[in-house]
């Protein structure tokens, strides 16, 4: 009734698991309906699953299932509607020559995605994998809010600190190595696809996208050899007239570094991510300080474009490494200790600050 009899015009629009309907409740609520393929079997569990693990979730940046049918085969899913499209649809849409999504939204839609995440891993027990985390199933309200939204995917993890699944779903170009080749999934496969994610809302580049050069097919390798060879800032989507800060844009490229280290160990937590991208300045290393550390210091930190890689314990020079990717072993924070909450990026990503401070011969023999 809600969606006229599932009419054509009410369609919303197609995804791998159905159909979904904008519907009007009775009391003239709007809502959006997936009716579920019927695909005996997987469907039926991927749905109870669903049901459970979504019905008690209730978070800002999380679409609310308000309800759901199981009548005969019939499978439905009832959502919160949320009335301005995905994100996918505004990144690679035709949106003319200058995006809507400005930087900042577009930070502001990362960072409320990472909230929804964080909360689907750090807020509950037990804790959700998303398991398909990408751009089309981040929704936006008019104020370009993000809701995550698909829990098709979504199992539950118990105590077990990871879960393997027989058979790898998620999207291509979003999966994580280790899940792809090992089916072993944890938290840490959303936290990859979070990282793609990102790339994809900074630079507007599709995760797999045929039509460019071979070279620059595939996303993450694209991105990680732009960053690689200092070309960091051409990476941004074209369509943003703002440029970022130099400064915010490292910040948001470090993020996504660390997102697909592929030692899923080093990666940060969703929650973490959500403090990297909101912090004024970037806390690699939130360390508690020391009594050493608060005694006077050099007032400069060390600052190069080509470091050399530490080969002992760094403790009291003033470099300290980032858990950045192997790949990346060139990139080093320097942490003025004089001036605690400056950090300075190093290496690939040389920071134009940098430039200004002194080198200090101690931090880097
Ligand atoms: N709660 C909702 N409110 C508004 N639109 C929605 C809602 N849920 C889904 N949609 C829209 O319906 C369409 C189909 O969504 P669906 O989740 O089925 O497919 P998908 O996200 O493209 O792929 P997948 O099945 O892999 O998740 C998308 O355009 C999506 O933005
Ligand atoms: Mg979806």
Known sequence: MATRGFAVENVIGEGGYGIVYKGVLQDGSVVAVKNLLNNK?????????????IGKVKHKHLVGLLGYCAEGAKRLLIYEYVDNGNLEQWLHGDVGPVSPLTWDIRIQIAVGTAKGLAYLHEGLEPKVVHRDVKSSNILLDRKWNPKVSDFGLAKLLGAEKSYVTTRVMGTFGYVSPEYASTGMLNEGSDVYSFGVLLMEIITGRNPVDYSRPPGEMNLVDWFKGMVASRRGEEVVDPLIRLQPSPRALKRALLVCLRCIDLDANKRPKMGQIVHMLEADEFPFRAEPRTTKETAPLHSHSAVTNKVPRPTKDVEGDDVQRTYLPAEYS???V??????PSLIV???TLSCKISCKLSISSMALS
């Open 345 to 347: 990026l190093i290496g």
């Open 330 to 332: 060139d990139i080093y």
């Open 334 to 339: 320097t942490l003025d200790k004089s001036h």
């Open 41 to 53: 079997g997987q469907a039926e569990k991927e749905f109870k699953v669903e049901v459970e693990a």
